[in-house]
């Protein structure tokens, strides 16, 4: 038997896994991610960490295929990132430290992508090879799969479909400083955003509370029936759902995988996303499936893993 | 010396050349397209011209390594077409068809693809591996290189750059049915359609006549000093550099190569484009070069010939 290592850095935790490359999870734990000096003992924890369990599971190196590694940054495809604000790193060659801190074969990826590939190979978007993973939490976030491969880009920012422009009007900035971005109004802040414009000069009875609202709590309106929550839901949909009929065109995927912290309101979130999508898709991208993301928080680490096993050969 | 043809099947006419592997071009030659009885003539055709030239150039069948043909439709990864509007066909098995008329290996791609293809080979984005090409025609096409190799998307409709939406405030229809297509403003039926509106109420003196106007004669106004012209030409710019801006951010590519009979207004053309993209652009796309396209008419042998030699080996 054969083994690989996913490992998805975050800011706060580092999850890690133990596969067999069959695709089993045999194991998974997290560290803490020592933000401190610049982020500089992340990779030797991480190596510690995979080391430590090379030992206790009386594993063979040669016996383990190799380390994927999910990264909050812009990954190029020599495995080097510019800067990551989230774990405090400025240059780094990834790949290279991670190969020279454990003596095993290292693949990274940006962690929205490598989540992409993980919801492709073994969650909503299983069985599909043109698939875009669409991430709602604090920011929109987002993973393009072509014809089986993460979409890279040249200098490692393929897939930022937050900030692709879905209203030309907005005033307000969006946080990279365009205006109109959709982060601005599907994220779970950019729902709360939406929310609170409605409510400034609403005046039918709703169970939202403008000083004292989220994404969440609007979902649970809309299924408890509010009227002004549906609104809000609309509104939301509409961007979203004209913003991917955009990326549709280009990208002619089979499947769109949603995920992240508003995802959670489950399938009556696809119904707001789907409607207006149909009515601006091209026509040969109508019937592109939406469906909801399946692992969670495991898809970093599968998708790591994915990466090793399609890229060790290359 | 191995050799190669490559294949460009347009509504009129074939185009057809015979390469070394090394991508020097022997001899070019067309024939005609015979859309007749749902274009049934049109791959015996090309099959009977491929084989004359075999003959004529006394080649050795095991010398050559395939034939590589763009087709203006939507062709799956399989090489199968569910339907070409210009050629008259329905349902074809072009690759399996052409391999068994000639007794070679044949490679099939979508005909804006290919070009695409064409141009970073041996064009506007030769040395990079991540481009968009936007052909500036009748309508707006495109075709999009990922890490080297044609984004053909789960139907083979992927890179229809022309229907993504610019405009969601048009009240006119596109030929596709949507409304606010880039293809609308940034074709060369765009740039007459946006000239005609201005010039409905345009009260400057002008070089434009509203009754008798082509993109052409817009830009040689722009480039005569006419003001008018010039404000034309920044709303054309304004829509596509958005819309590009918007590809960038999903696909981040190195170069825009920005080919089509618009593109023969030669540098300034780029000017209006690259402006507002910059204004729009995510940081992380902001210093994407544009360039024109070099291979004009050759773009899609060449890229025929290119997909022969990258896909040969699989």
Chains 1, 2 share one sequence.
């Not at 993460?150 to 422009?165: P, Q, R, T």
């Amino acid at each position: 038997m054969k083994y690989c290592f996913g490992v998805d850095i975050g800011g706060t935790t580092v999850k890690m896994g133990l596969f067999e490359e069959t695709g089993a999870i045999l194991e998974k734990w997290e560290i803490p991610t020592n933000t401190l000096a610049e982020g500089k003992a992340i990779l030797p924890d991480i190596a510690f960490s995979l080391v430590g369990k090379i030992e206790e599971k009386k594993l063979e190196k040669e016996d383990i295929l190799g380390i994927g590694v999910g990264v909050p940054a812009p990954v190029t495809a020599e495995g080097v990132v510019n800067g990551s604000a989230n774990l405090g790193w400025k240059y780094k060659e990834v790949k290279k430290e991670m190969e020279e801190l454990t003596g095993l074969k290292a693949f990274i990826g940006n962690d929205a992508n490598v989540a992409a590939l993980g919801e492709m190979w073994k969650g909503g978007g299983a069985g599909e090879k043109n698939m875009i993973m669409v991430t709602l939490g604090t920011g929109v976030g987002g993973g393009v799969i072509i014809d089986g491969k993460m979409l890279v880009g040249c200098n490692g920012a393929g897939g930022e479909i937050g900030h692709i422009c879905v209203n030309y009007e907005e005033k307000d900035c969006c946080g990279c400083g365009n205006r109109g971005c959709l982060e601005q109004y599907a994220s779970a802040t950019g729902i709360v955003r939406l929310a609170k414009q409605k409510l400034e000069t609403e005046k039918r009875e709703t169970m939202l509370n403008k000083e004292k609202i989220t994404a969440k709590d609007v979902f649970d309106a809309v299924k408890a029936g509010d009227e002004v929550a549906d609104e809000i839901a609309v509104s939301f949909g509409k961007y979203l759902g004209y913003g991917l009929a955009n990326l549709a065109a280009v990208v002619n995927p089979a499947v769109f995988v949603i995920g992240g912290g508003v995802s959670k309101a489950g399938e009556v979130l696809l119904s707001y996303i789907e409607k207006p999508y149909k009515e601006r898709a091209f026509f040969a991208d109508k019937n592109v499936r939406f469906v909801l993301a399946q692992l969670g928080n495991d898809a970093g680490i599968c998708g790591a893993v994915k990466l090793v096993l399609d890229e060790r050969g290359k």
